[in-house]
T-cell receptor, first 111, second 113 residues
Framework: AQSVTQPDIHITVSEGASLELRCNYS??????LFWYVQSPGQGLQLLLK??????LVQGIKGFEAEFKRSQSSFNLRKPSVHWSDAAEYFC?????????FGPGTSLSVIP | NAGVTQTPKFRVLKTGQSMTLLCAQD?????MYWYRQDPGMGLRLIHY???????AKGEVPDGYNVSRLKKQNFLLGLESAAPSQTSVYFC????????????FGPGTRLLVL
C-alpha cells in the first residue's frame, strides 16, 4: 500500500537560512510525487511535482526537490528562506486514481 | 475562472443533524476528491470520483456519502453528524489522472457539538 512519512512535525529556521524538509514514501511502482504548501486558512497549492526524467525538480517560489529512488525519498529544499515561506508543507504520492498525503511539516521562520 | 469553490465556508452542527457540503469546479476536470484535514494527520481521502455519475471510497468513508450528478459538482453528505466529524474539509479536482496536479478549494470548517 502507498504511504508517505514526513519525519519532522515542526521545523523552525531563521530568515535567510537554508531549508530541507524530508519526505519518504512507500509505493510499488514508479511514483508520481508532489510537494504542496498550505498557508494558514487556505487550501493547498502545488509547489512542484516529479513524474520521470531529471531527478532534481524545480518548483515555484525558489523551491526544489530531489527524487532518490534508492532511499525512497523526495526531500524539499530552499537555499534561502523568506518569512513568507512560513506554512504547512505536505508531501504526496499518487497512483492512477488517488493521492496519498503525508502528515505535513509545519515551518516557522524567525525574522 | 473561479477554480474550485466550496459552500459553506463554516458550519456548526449538533450531533445527529445532517448537512451537505457542495464543491464546484469550472475547469472541466474529470476527477474530484473530498478530503478531511485533522491536526497531525495530513489530508485523508474520504471519497472520490473519476467522472460524472461515478464515486468511490477513500481511506475514511464511514459516516459520509457523496454524489456526482453533474461533472462540475461533487457533493459530500453527512447523514447523522458526530463530534468525530469535526474537521476541515477540502475538495479538490484534477484533469484526468490522479498523477496530475490537484486544485484545491479553500476548505469548509465544520464543528459538530
Amino acid at each position: 500500500a502507498q504511504s508517505v512519512t514526513q519525519p519532522d512535525i515542526h521545523i523552525t529556521v531563521s530568515e535567510g537560512a537554508s531549508l530541507e524538509l524530508r519526505c519518504n514514501y512507500s509505493y510499488g511502482a514508479t511514483p508520481y510525487l508532489f510537494w504542496y504548501v498550505q498557508s494558514p486558512g487556505q487550501g493547498l497549492q502545488l509547489l512542484l511535482k516529479y513524474f520521470s526524467g531529471d531527478t532534481l525538480v524545480q518548483g515555484i517560489k525558489g523551491f526544489e526537490a530531489e527524487f532518490k529512488r534508492s532511499q525512497s525519498s523526495f526531500n524539499l529544499r530552499k537555499p534561502s528562506v523568506h518569512w513568507s515561506d512560513a506554512a504547512e508543507y505536505f508531501c504526496a504520492v499518487a497512483s492512477y486514481d488517488k493521492v496519498i498525503f503525508g502528515p505535513g511539516t509545519s515551518l516557522s521562520v524567525i525574522p | 475562472n473561479a477554480g474550485v469553490t466550496q459552500t459553506p465556508k463554516f458550519r456548526v452542527l449538533k450531533t445527529g443533524q445532517s448537512m451537505t457540503l457542495l464543491c464546484a469546479q469550472d475547469m472541466n476536470h474529470e476527477y474530484m476528491y473530498w478530503y478531511r484535514q485533522d491536526p497531525g494527520m495530513g489530508l485523508r481521502l474520504i471519497h472520490y470520483s473519476v467522472g460524472e455519475g461515478t464515486t468511490a471510497k477513500g481511506e475514511v468513508p464511514d459516516g459520509y456519502n457523496v454524489s456526482r450528478l453533474k461533472k462540475q459538482n461533487f457533493l459530500l453528505g453527512l447523514e447523522s453528524a458526530a463530534p468525530s466529524q469535526t474537521s476541515v474539509y477540502f475538495c479538490a479536482s484534477s484533469p484526468v489522472l490522479a498523477g496530475e496536479t490537484q486544485y484545491f478549494g479553500p476548505g469548509t470548517r465544520l464543528l459538530v457539538l
